[in-house]
């Protein structure tokens, strides 16, 4: 069973649903002109510019005529949608929860918003686990680690922290995060945060993998939950759309101004916000530069989780958190906006897919 979860209406967009509809792809395309001419190809802030657009390029043409990601066949004819919509509270959302737990078969759960992780397995050892002998490691794949400041409410930056901290999880092994995220990361955790959490770099590194999950299957867990942030894959390549961080929203972002006619200094300060948007939420900014260059493709994801489920089923740990006779395997996260082309829906429904099939062929 794949379940889209609500929206929870405390929650901010990362950024107006509608905002592709108003997307101006001639205006997008004179202001690069301008800045080829004003800053030349050596600025790399030009060159990148250039480099996306015409990745985006097929996408960029019928941007306009976009549905958004939950409206897309691809996903409605494999997702049930009765809790789609919005709640006011946490209270409603943990009850839907709750209710999609009790019906006991293997789920994937869809959202808008890595938050709900943190509910869904709060909601899980409230209603479940209890006192019993559940002890659960997670398997994630993220752009971000999502472990800022655990004393902050529950929001979608500190989600792991949260249920480290809480005793809810009790190791994770991170795929995505970027090198340079992962110094700075690791330098504002605390000790006893760090070990927790093992970040790994190259999925090619078959020796690198091993070892990860290894590590993981000795934290005394004998249960593990699949998160998947979809930021944590080659949003470029793959030309995905319907998420906070994607470099598409550069290129929406480019269309906002009229950089044609300006002097450097103002150009400068409008690069500033196409390519490091404000945010409304928690951080001041969300850094698009180069996001999404160096994520993992669709095949290489499943590729991996295979070996996941694989490993951790001969080594008698659960693969999903355990309800009775059935698991609630994992979720795909960050599923928000306009999905041009349906191309975020149809890897989605493979990544769901998978989780599923392999939840069947290794359960026991
Ligand atoms: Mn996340």
Redesign the pocket.
């Known amino acids: 069973m794949i379940t889209w979860l609500p929206h929870l209406a405390h929650e901010p967009f990362p950024y107006d649903p509608e905002c592709h509809l108003m997307f101006d792809r001639h205006r997008a395309e004179s202001n690069i002109s301008y800045l080829v001419s004003t800053f030349g190809m050596n600025d790399e802030r030009v060159a990148y510019l250039l480099d996306i657009f015409a990745d985006y390029s097929e996408s960029m043409s019928f941007v306009r005529k976009a549905g958004l990601i939950q409206e897309q066949a691809e996903l409605l004819s494999i997702v049930d949608m009765n809790y789609a919509g919005t709640v006011s509270n946490e209270n409603e959302f943990n009850t839907l929860i709750k209710r999609t737990i009790d019906i006991q078969k293997p789920t994937v759960f869809l959202s808008d918003t890595?938050s709900s992780t943190g509910l869904v397995l709060s909601v899980y050892e409230k209603n479940v686990r209890g006192n019993t002998k559940f002890r659960t490691g997670v398997v994630c794949v993220?752009s971000?680690a999502?472990l800022y400041d655990h004393s902050q409410p529950l929001w979608?930056g500190n989600v792991f922290s949260s249920l480290i901290h809480a005793g809810t999880v009790q190791a994770m092994v991170i795929v995505g995060v970027p090198h340079f995220r992962q110094i700075s990361i690791r330098s504002e955790l605390t000790n006893s945060m760090n070990q927790r959490v093992v970040m790994l770099e190259d999925l090619n590194d078959r020796d690198e993998v091993n070892q990860a999950i290894a590590w993981l299957g000795d934290q005394n867990i004998n249960q593990v939950f699949y998160s998947i942030?979809l930021d944590g894959l080659t949003t470029r390549k793959l030309q995905l759309t319907a998420m906070e961080y994607c470099p598409f929203h550069i290129l929406l972002n480019l269309a906002k101004y009229e950089l044609t006619g300006l002097n450097k200094d103002q150009i400068d300060e409008h690069l500033d916000d196409i390519i490091r948007p404000p945010s409304h939420q928690q951080l001041g900014r969300r850094n698009l530069f180069h996001i999404g260059d160096n994520g993992l493709n669709t095949g290489e994801l499943i590729k991996f989780l295979e070996i996941c489920f694989g490993f951790f089923s001969h080594k008698g740990i659960n693969n999903g958190i355990k309800v009775d006779r059935h698991s609630i395997v994992g979720d795909i996260?960050?599923l928000f906006g306009p999905d041009v082309g349906s191309r975020t829906a149809v890897e989605v429904a493979k990544i769901a897919q998978a989780l599923l099939v392999n939840s069947a062929k290794y359960s026991k």
């Open positions: 890595h993220d971000h999502d979608k942030d996260v960050e």
